[in-house]
């Protein structure tokens, strides 16, 4: 007779219960990332630090926009190859994507010889992150449904749900004194952003 798998020292309700706690918690961080740009495109810093988008109305709905690009992309990255490289490991890969567009962003810094220069490594970081939660908002359900017993459908809902709840954080954050921060773009931003890390 053989013992019953465990994964990570887990099997059963433990382990949907640690799997359900996981993947609503990648959800949250959905609804945050799409949402923290209509906090941090009104901080001085963040228009010093961009000059291009300041007073551009334009320039400052692609750079929001851009991000949802990057989520068609990454769920059709999961469409096309998602079953070849399974459940997990496309979670895991929109995470580790994430986390690498979420650095291009926080490292993008005006330099005085092209002032907007540092838009553009933003933009991409911005690409990045938006791949990198297309491929999470693609996988995560499935993985939650292939996963659980009876409950998949709540589970699922839940997960989705949890993108407003991710949304509604930044109200909290912004009022909570980001605004008044100054001095240091590296720390405004790096708060912003390495947040949800």
């Not at 690009?69 to 995470?95: F, T």
């Not at 567009?101 to 092209?114: L, M, R, S, W």
Request: proline share 4%; glycine share 14%.
């Amino acid at each position: 007779m053989s013992a019953v798998p465990k994964y990570l020292g887990l099997n059963g309700r433990p382990l949907g219960i640690a799997l359900t706690s996981i993947l609503t918690f990648g959800f949250v961080l959905v609804g945050y990332d799409q949402g923290v740009m209509s906090g941090v495109i009104q901080t001085p810093l963040w228009l010093e630090n961009f000059p291009a988008v300041d007073g551009n109305p334009n320039m400052l709905g692609f750079t929001v926009a851009i991000y949802d690009i990057g989520c068609l992309l990454g769920a059709l990255w999961c469409m096309l190859l998602g079953d070849k490289q399974g459940r997990q490991k496309s979670c895991i890969l929109g995470g580790v994507t994430v986390v690498l567009g979420v650095i291009i962003q926080i490292t993008a810094f005006k330099n005085n010889n092209n002032p907007n220069g540092a838009l553009g490594q933003f933009l991409v970081g911005r690409v990045i992150t938006g791949m990198g939660n297309g491929m999470n908002m693609a996988s995560m359900p499935m993985y939650q449904a292939e996963m659980s017993n009876s409950a998949r459908g709540f589970l699922v809902l839940l997960e989705c749900g949890l993108i407003a709840t991710g949304t509604s954080m930044l109200r909290l954050f912004f009022s909570g004194g980001v605004r008044m921060l100054s001095s240091n773009s590296v720390v405004v931003l790096g708060q912003l952003w390495c947040s949800q890390l």
